[in-house]
T-cell receptor
Framework: RKEVEQDPGPFNVPEGATVAFNCTYS??????FFWYRQDCRKEPKLLMS???SGNEDGRFTAQLNRASQYISLLIRDSKLSDSATYLCVVNEAAGNKLTFGGGTRVLVKP | DTAVSQTPKYLVTQMGNDKSIKCEQN?????MYWYKQDSKKFLKIMFSYNNKELIINETVPNRFSPKSPDKAHLNLHINSLELGDSAVYFCASSQGFSYNSPLHFGNGTRLTVT
């Protein structure tokens, strides 16, 4: 089993719709969680950290479920500019050794 | 602009050659990294330096040698390049080496070995 797994997609989303996807992680000792966004042929950029209580940033909502060992990202009112690959990132131990998932590709269409 | 910058952006070379990629950050961060993104888009850490000290050294062939002359620079030298080294290499930095420090990435170096 991979340490961090994501559905590669693509998720084809009509503009204005809501899309949600999960990421599972295997190490129950994982301490911190992030969502990064990567546009085609660009570098990954931090979208948001994921907190235990769940957190929201505008149209984006992240949740953490420690019992089932997954995090989720929900995008409301999707925009064309939301089309990207969303990378789930897990920090498993002390020290900044981040493990990246393979990414979930989202395509928002008019 | 404050940023992580790496050069060159594209690198095409033949098998057996030696090449270097340079990385500089002016964010004042004390930790820098090299990541490799292969054709399947998986990002994997290669090396991490904290205050010029090697902290993480993943299972990377010893043909890859990082060098950190100071906190703001982390260069990657690759000897005897092989076809399988073709990938995008990202430099990144973070403030501190705690588990909660997000990464700031450079824009990548696309290496093609022919």
């Amino acid at each position: 089993r991979k340490e961090v797994e994501q559905d590669p997609g693509p998720f084809n989303v009509p503009e204005g719709a809501t899309v949600a996807f999960n990421c599972t992680y295997s190490n129950s000792a994982s301490q911190s969680f992030f969502w990064y966004r990567q546009d085609c042929r660009k570098e990954p950029k931090l979208l948001m950290s994921v907190y235990s209580s769940g957190n929201e940033d505008g149209r984006f909502t992240a949740q953490l479920n420690r019992a089932s060992q997954y995090i989720s990202l929900l995008i409301r009112d999707s925009k064309l500019s939301d089309s990207a690959t969303y990378l789930c990132v897990v920090n498993e131990a002390a020290g900044n050794k981040l493990t990246f998932g393979g990414g979930t590709r989202v395509l928002v269409k008019p | 602009d404050t940023a992580v910058s790496q050069t060159p952006k594209y690198l095409v070379t033949q098998m057996g050659n030696d090449k270097s990629i340079k990385c500089e950050q002016n964010l004042g961060h004390d930790t820098m990294y090299w990541y490799k993104q292969d054709s399947k888009k998986f990002l994997k850490i290669m090396f991490s330096y904290n205050n010029k000290e090697l902290i993480i050294n993943e299972t990377v062939p010893n043909r890859f040698s990082p060098k950190s002359p100071d906190k703001a620079h982390l260069n990657l030298h690759i000897n005897s390049l092989e076809l399988g080294d073709s990938a995008v290499y990202f430099c990144a930095s973070s403030q501190g080496f705690s588990y909660n420090s997000p990464l700031h990435f450079g824009n990548g170096t696309r290496l093609t070995v022919t």
